[in-house]
């Protein structure tokens, strides 16, 4: 069963109160799962270490780290969000949500995916989802990129039958297109490089330079095409299953800014209230940290920490002083995932993942945009599509409940 480092502090934010290392361990035994070691950054360097070695321990940071065996099945559990959401559902303490497709009622079209019949000779399938407003910061940041490895490693069987690619929709122009082209046709910056290369050469240098991506590349180097998914720009998205382009990465901001509070409120659950509200806070608390930090040479007097009013203000003092493209920005951030298969079910199950635990800090918590994707025959279906799992009129068992809240189905 999948093992899962998780920080004990931030777990115990989400969690909303702090436990002693044997009360974790029971509640972790109650839930049905294990808490199998209690450890730290640095010591896991130590110990995979023969002596001490002061150059690699020195960034290494000593939070404690809780090291969580997880049941094979629960993929929504192979994150902090998933298991802090598990775990408050169990305890009463959660709401279980509601997963729902975003309204497009309004005459706003799905962003659309096209794709070509030539991806039937490496890598035929593909969905796709947008998650919309979504904030970001050093610890989300992380988890998300952790949760798409752990899928990788082991519902995706090292990405031969499901590869994730993430952007930044702001960065690129719908609609898409996943195509299958030549080695040799294809050309782009990847992510990590700061030079073009062409696929073929870009699977040689991996080769030779990669420890990480040269165990993938097999997966399609000796195909007569790689495939590859554009922007109406042409701007290549990503080379799945091995790496994305440079110029659509996401990435985290400098300092996050507050997500406006959804509009509709008479429309949303107790759940997405709460995660909304929670959201807020702590994107407020984050900005005013870093004005703390950085806009005392543009201010008089900086804000103190309770001052959300003075925060218009402070992002264009914080945005000149940086002498850039503003990255603090009250608008949205908008993260378009797609992810190309071999196996089209297991890749609505990964997409479906993502999306669930991620939806949290979307501006409206849980909503998710569908993809319109449109297949070589010219038939057009929506992913994800996102129901939730179970019934709760049965309310004996809470473990159950818990599950259902923090899982998902396909229909």
Known sequence: MPIVGVNRDRLFEALGRKYTDEEFDQLCFEY?????DVTSEREMIRKELSRDDAS???EASEDVIYKIDIPANRY????????ARALN????????????????????????????PETALVRPYVVAAVLRGVTLDASRYSSFIDLQDKLHQNLCRQRSLVAIGTHDLAKCRPPFSYE??????ISFVPLKQTRKFRADELMDHYIANDQKLKKFVP????????????????????????????ATAVSRQAAPSPSPPPHNHGSMTAAEEAASARNLRYNIDKLLQYTQQHASDCLACPPAASDAQALPQLIPCINRRHNHRPQISLDTRDVFIECTATDLTKAKVV?????????EYCSTPYVVEAVQVVDSFGDSHGEPRLAHAGSFGDSHSKQRLAHAGSHHELR
Do not use: H
């Open 32 to 36: 049905g799962i294990e808490l199998d």
């Open 89 to 116: 559902i169990f305890k009463g303490r959660l709401e279980a949500p509601q997963y729902r497709l975003a309204d497009m009622k309004a005459g706003k079209p799905l962003l659309q995916l096209v794709v070509k």
């Open 180 to 185: 299958a082209l030549p080695p040799a046709d």
């Open 56 to 58: 690699a321990l020195q």
């Open 219 to 246: 997966l399609i180097k000796d195909s007569l095409v790689y495939p590859a998914i554009y922007d109406a720009d042409r701007t290549p998205l990503s080379l799945p299953p091995i790496i994305n382009g440079a």
């Open 351 to 359: 997409l479906n993942t993502l999306c669930a635990m991620f939806g």
């Open 76 to 83: 929504d559990m192979l994150c902090l969000e998933g298991i």
